[in-house]
């Protein structure tokens, strides 16, 4: 019997319709799909500008953050470097986007601490880390956000200065890997 003989057989046209509606419906293959695509459209930003620090540094609130292991650390150990703090939630699509050029941008400028604050609970942020096999420094807050890292959407990205005060924020998901955006980045880093 060759393939045309089975494809007049409705229970295998049956078979392959609930098959593929069971890898849609009860596996992650949509949302991967989405993950992948977003990642390819990403965009650099225009302009990476440098804002005048006029807000008081956030290293004055106490700002509790969590690492995958359950060690708690305040967001001020990390006073005298630049920070690079990226809010993000697992159901995020353009979040999860741009993971990878994280990955690129700390290889590339390691003299900047990466946060990936995760603004979800304790089960949903240990679910994903668990699924999932990133190269980042995940954190999950603990305490409440100062007004300094409000964000209308995310992912929203903020980077502080040796001291604690934002100098750069943007909200929604970019290509932080290309070369135009490093060497920007390392302008205002500067």
Known sequence: MNIRD???KQ????LIFFSLMAVFFFTGFPKWVNIQFTRLNLESPDEIVKIEPSQPSLYDHQILIENHEGEQIQLSDFEGGAVFISLWASWCVPCIAEFSS????????????????????QETFNSFLDKNDYNLPFYLLRTPLPSQLNAPAIPATFILNEEGKVIFKHFG??????????????????
Do not use: R
């Open 6 to 8: 089975y494809w007049k």
């Open 11 to 14: 229970w295998v046209k049956n």
């Open 102 to 121: 994280l990955e690129v941008l700390a290889k590339e400028i390691p003299d900047i601490s990466i946060v990936a604050l995760n603004i979800e609970d």
């Open 173 to 190: 998901a970019v290509d932080w890997s290309s070369e135009s955006t490093i060497a920007k980045l390392n302008k205002i880093l500067i």
